[in-house]
């Protein structure tokens, strides 16, 4: 979702969404995950030139940062923190869903300039920016692969008859990116 | 960041080198009370650094990123600059009409490639009947 109406987001609604955030599941609940919530107009009008992908005006961003200093020992695999930087802004997406607040996250930014812009310390570095805002119109859900075409049973390629009927053969009302 | 680019002033020789000449906005818009609107402003140079921003921090991703990014990235610039533009005063017909015109696409992304391009001819075409219109372009910038 990238067209927000001119409309600010309360607080405690930001709070919301990060306290959604912090409650998602880590590897050995390590918690990693930091936030940062951007909703200053000029914060955010830079944020903008730094990170082409944020599109239209959202009223808010929350930047899912990830806080080294709590990596495991020697780690260099970035891919474990990178999920559950991923499943924390899963919980925030879908608590904005059902706040009705439209969302999209957003990973082309440029790190080092993010870093400069939000002031984060050394250990601290920006996985993934999520523009929020209330949507400005009907929002335009966008196709899915069909279920039948995506879901096997016990081994791959064997089908799943029932798939077919699922609840949201066309999409879910109301949710979803446009 | 620094506190400079937090005010949107890049200091008086900044501003005047992108926007205090004349010539420079007489180019751009062809209109000499343009050009008097923009001299000096430092919400122009602020304006003009936002979309540099924007089109560098493009250039550094753009590498690792979808190609079809690329096409979409140059035009949501486009349109940015033209916003920048309005906001500054110094957006006249077309540019106010190509600015509307990225506007009414930039949510929806473009699809596919036939689409791309027949949306950016729609574009090329409003551009280029504004600068074939007669005193558009100064005598030097004809191509040679």
Same mark, same amino acid.
């Given at each position: 979702?990238?067209?927000?109406?001119?409309?600010?987001?309360a607080?405690e609604d930001?709070?919301? &969404?990060?306290?959604?955030?912090?409650?998602?599941?880590?590897?050995?609940?390590?918690?990693?995950?930091?936030?940062?919530?951007?909703?200053?107009?000029?914060?955010?009008?830079?944020?903008?030139?730094?990170?082409?992908?944020?599109?239209?005006?959202?009223?808010?961003?929350?930047?899912?940062c &990830?806080?080294?200093s709590?990596f495991?020992?020697?780690?260099s695999d970035? $891919?474990l923190?990178?999920?559950?930087?991923a499943m924390?802004?899963?919980?925030?997406? @879908?608590?904005?869903?059902?706040?009705? &607040?439209?969302s999209?996250?957003?990973?082309?930014?440029?790190?080092?300039?993010?870093?400069?812009?939000?002031?984060?310390?050394?250990?601290?570095?920006?996985?993934? @920016?999520?523009? @929020?805002?209330?949507?400005?119109?009907?929002?335009?859900?966008p196709r899915?692969?069909?279920?039948?075409?995506i879901?096997?049973?016990?081994?791959f390629?064997?089908?799943?008859? $029932?798939? $077919? @009927?699922?609840?949201?053969?066309?999409?879910?009302q109301?949710?979803?990116?446009? | 960041?620094?506190? *400079?680019? #937090?005010?949107?002033?890049?200091g008086?020789?900044?501003?005047?080198?992108?926007?205090?000449?004349?010539?420079? %906005?007489?180019?751009?818009?062809?209109?000499?009370?343009v050009a008097?609107?923009?001299? !000096?402003?430092?919400?122009?140079?602020?304006?003009?650094?936002k979309?540099?921003?924007?089109m560098?921090?493009?250039?550094?991703?753009l590498?690792?990123?979808?190609?079809?990014?690329?096409?979409?990235?140059?035009?949501?610039?486009?349109?940015r /600059?033209?916003?920048?533009?309005?906001?500054?005063?110094?957006?006249?017909?077309?540019v106010? %009409?190509?600015?509307?015109?990225?506007?009414?696409? #930039?949510?929806?992304?473009?699809?596919?490639?036939? *689409?791309?391009?027949?949306?950016?001819? #729609? /574009?090329?075409?409003? %551009?280029?009947?504004?600068?074939?219109?007669?005193?558009?372009?100064p005598? !030097?910038?004809k191509?040679?």
């Amino acid at each position: 979702m990238r067209r927000y109406a001119a409309r600010s987001v309360a607080e405690e609604d930001l709070v919301r &969404l990060a306290e959604a955030g912090r409650w998602a599941p880590s590897g050995s609940n390590r918690q990693p995950c930091v936030f940062v919530v951007v909703d200053d107009p000029r914060t955010l009008e830079a944020l903008e030139a730094f990170a082409p992908g944020i599109i239209g005006r959202p009223a808010a961003v929350l930047a899912i940062c &990830l806080d080294r200093s709590r990596f495991g020992r020697g780690e260099s695999d970035e $891919s474990l923190p990178a999920m559950d930087a991923a499943m924390s802004a899963q919980n925030i997406l @879908l608590e904005a869903c059902s706040m009705g &607040l439209g969302s999209c996250p957003v990973l082309s930014f440029d790190p080092g300039s993010v870093e400069r812009l939000l002031g984060l310390p050394a250990d601290v570095k920006p996985a993934l @920016l999520i523009a @929020l805002g209330y949507p400005a119109g009907p929002v335009r859900v966008p196709r899915r692969r069909p279920l039948a075409e995506i879901l096997h049973r016990n081994s791959f390629g064997q089908a799943f008859p $029932s798939a $077919s @009927l699922a609840p949201f053969a066309d999409g879910p009302q109301g949710g979803g990116s446009e | 960041m620094t506190e *400079e680019w #937090r005010s949107g002033v890049r200091g008086p020789e900044v501003a005047g080198k992108a926007t205090g000449s004349p010539e420079v %906005a007489g180019k751009a818009t062809g209109s000499p009370e343009v050009a008097g609107k923009a001299t !000096g402003s430092p919400e122009v140079a602020g304006e003009v650094l936002k979309v540099m921003a924007f089109m560098l921090s493009s250039a550094k991703l753009l590498g690792s990123e979808p190609k079809s990014y690329g096409p979409y990235r140059l035009i949501d610039a486009a349109g940015r /600059l033209a916003q920048a533009m309005e906001r500054c005063g110094l957006a006249d017909g077309v540019v106010k %009409a190509l600015a509307e015109e990225i506007e009414k696409e #930039r949510y929806y992304g473009l699809e596919d490639e036939a *689409e791309t391009a027949a949306f950016l001819d #729609r /574009l090329l075409e409003m %551009a280029v009947s504004q600068m074939k219109r007669p005193g558009a372009a100064p005598e !030097g910038d004809k191509p040679g």
